[in-house]
Antibody, heavy 113, light 111 residues
Framework: EEQLVESGGGLVQPGGSLRLSCVASGFSFSTYGMNWVRQAPGKGLEWVSYIGSYRPTTFYADSVKGRFTISRDNAKNSLFLQMNSLRAEDTAIYYC??????WGQGTVVTVSS | QSALTQPASVSGSPGQSITISCTGTYSDIGTYNSVSWYQQHPGKAPKLIIYDVTNRPSGVSNRFSGSKSGNTASLTISGLQADDEGDFYCSSYTGTDTPYVFGTGTTVTVL
């Protein structure tokens, strides 16, 4: 059974940083592109970032470009999202998703003073 | 990349069929057959129910079906059941450096 487990969320002050992690199991992690998707409280889904399987191809939503960095460690079946210069509008549940087909349960990020 | 447009809410009685639209542009839905649909129950993660416009993942009820015409994709739920209540989102591949876009979301209510 495919499983994705996110961690690393929490409360952070505006301007601060957080690093989210997602550990994958039940599928060949290294062969799939991976995404981060977020959902602000009471709002819809917003695609955040994508990283390719083997090549270091990365893409970002305009709202996070220059502040967030996606990376992966295929040896540890892990996906990461380094979030810097956080803003109140980054407050959301952050989901990791394999090819946007399988999703984790999410980790909550709250940016507030 | 602007969000795909969905109706805010759709409702129906048990047993009826409902259809949710998802309108994009020629640059996304109009060009690529990479439209997916997700169901999200309150407090839960989204679940893929349709991919590549018409395909259902294993284990998803055949009461869910997808289609596309021009720049608009549609999700039909037939034989509406109480458990179908929740939020539904479409997504499309865009072929740009922001490769995916989601719809605005539709809340389905079973009367």
């Amino acid at each position: 059974e495919e499983q994705l487990v996110e961690s690393g969320g929490g409360l952070v002050q505006p301007g601060g940083s957080l690093r989210l992690s997602c550990v994958a199991s039940g599928f060949s992690f290294s062969t799939y592109g991976m995404n981060w998707v977020r959902q602000a409280p009471g709002k819809g889904l917003e695609w955040v970032s994508y990283i390719g399987s083997y090549r270091p191809t990365t893409f970002y939503a305009d709202s996070v470009k220059g502040r967030f960095t996606i990376s992966r460690d295929n040896a540890k079946n892990s996906l990461f999202l380094q979030m810097n210069s956080l803003r109140a509008e980054d407050t959301a549940i952050y989901y990791c998703a394999k090819d946007l087909s399988s999703w984790g349960q999410g980790t909550v990020v709250t940016v507030s003073s | 990349q602007s969000a795909l447009t969905q109706p805010a809410s759709v409702s129906g009685s048990p047993g009826q069929s409902i259809t949710i639209s998802c309108t994009g542009t020629y640059s996304d839905i109009g060009t690529y057959n990479s439209v997916s649909w997700y169901q999200q129950h309150p407090g839960k993660a989204p679940k893929l129910i349709i991919y590549d416009v018409t395909n259902r993942p294993s284990g998803v009820s055949n009461r869910f079906s997808g289609s596309k015409s021009g720049n608009t994709a549609s999700l039909t739920i037939s034989g509406l059941q109480a458990d179908d209540e929740g939020d539904f989102y479409c997504s499309s591949y865009t072929g740009t450096d922001t490769p995916y876009v989601f719809g605005t979301g539709t809340t389905v209510t079973v009367l």
